[in-house]
């Protein structure tokens, strides 16, 4: 099955700070989707984004299909931001629309 | 407000007894499925359904079933919870017009 790959696994950072989370993935995929996972264990949709690129407020992602990569920009980081932030990437296999998800990238975010 | 509802967020039961962890959906979504989330396996697929009273097995099905009955519902069924179904469990759904999953808040399970 398709293989998708988070990094960096662990990223601890300053309050205000800039962070890049790369997604890399192994096969064409239907369409990714960037989710953040709070610390009561929810998990936020974040992005829709098959190709090009999004902005939302401090977060903006970009995936280039053709390269089977996707990025996750967080500016200005807060301590709100913290928790496990996961890519899942969707394939279809006999009408079966299946979510693979990446391992995750752990982020901290220090007052 | 657009959104996936599961309950329960959290259920302590005993090795045997049955439990349904319930999942409605308000979207008029076509597709739903449900995963399962642990330490160092990730979350994984379950079952999903394509729409009412079409149900598939996912990644991991052994021990659960599912019913799709109505549109808005896909209930999931532990017939004889074990240990190792302890376990974070996430409802999804999504609609072919292809707009990305919705994810309901989770159901904390464990099974003593």
């Known amino acids: 099955g398709i293989q998708v790959e988070q ?17 890399n993935f192994s096969d064409s995929v239907n369409n990714l989707q960037w989710f953040h996972q709070n610390p009561w264990g929810q ?7 098959p190709s090009g690129t999004k902005q939302n407020g401090r977060l903006s992602a970009t995936t280039v299909a053709t390269e089977r990569y ?17 890519c899942a990437v969707e394939t279809t296999n006999f009408g079966n629309e299946k979510l693979t998800f990446g391992t995750g990238t752990r982020l901290t975010i220090i007052p | 407000e657009a959104q996936v509802t599961q309950n329960p967020r959290y259920l302590i039961t005993v090795t045997g007894k049955k439990l349904t962890v319930t999942c409605s959906q308000n979207m008029n979504h076509e597709y739903m499925s449900w995963y399962r989330q642990d330490p160092g396996l990730g979350l994984r697929q379950i079952y999903y359904s394509m729409n009412v009273e079409v149900t598939d097995k ?3 099905p052994e021990g659960y079933k599912v019913s799709r009955k109505e549109k808005r519902n896909f209930p999931l069924i532990l017939e004889s919870p074990s240990p190792n179904q302890t376990s974070l469990y996430f409802c999804a759904s999504s609609s072919y017009t292809r707009l990305g999953y919705t994810f309901g808040s989770g159901t904390r399970l464990t099974v003593v």
């Open chain 1, 43 to 49: 998990l936020i949709n974040l992005f829709y984004i």
């Open chain 2, 58 to 60: 996912g990644d991991v």
């Open chain 1, 70 to 86: 996707s990025l996750l920009y967080i500016s200005s980081s807060q301590t709100t931001d913290s928790g496990v932030y996961f």
């Open chain 1, 7 to 23: 990094s960096p696994p662990d990223l601890i950072l300053q309050e205000g700070a800039n962070s890049t989370l790369r997604c």
